[in-house]
Each structure stands twice: as C-alpha cells, then as structure tokens.
C-alpha cells in the first residue's frame, strides 16, 4: 500500500505543477478509478476525503509549494 501511496502523491504533484491548480473532486475520481476506495474515507462532514498517508507523502513532496484552499477545495501552485 506504501507504493501506491506514493504513486497516488507523484500523481498529485505533477498533476498540480502541470494544471497550477488540482481539484480535489479530480483526485477523488482519479483515485477510484486507478487505485481503488481503500484510498479514500468519508470524513466527519460527509465528503470524501483522500487517505491521511498520501495526503501526508504529498506535502513531503510539495515541500510547502502548494496550498489548500479550504473553501474551494482544491490545492494550488504558490
């Protein structure tokens, strides 16, 4: 699972470098579609949410590079 933890990350990554902006909808669609639900939870307020060690990975990888908007959802180039 660590592995694929870690291509799901990379995927994020360059989607964001590439687009400057990765909606979280995307992620979600991507995922399921290419790795499976184990990746996702439903979080308290009923979205679904993208697994806390690939989130964790990600911002390793970003360094700090990128931020969430909250509002929107989504997590862009700085």
Known sequence: ???KSEEIAQWMLSEV????ILR???VVTHIKDHY???YLYVNELG???I?????????KLHKGRVAWDRDGFFWAWT
């Not at 697994?51 to 911002?59: G, I, Q």
């Open 51 to 59: 697994d806390k060690e690939v989130k964790k990975l990600y911002k």
């Open 47 to 49: 979205h679904t949410s």
């Open 1 to 3: 699972m660590q592995e």
């Open 36 to 38: 499976g639900i184990q």
């Open 17 to 20: 470098m590439d687009k400057g």
């Open 24 to 26: 979280q909808e995307d």
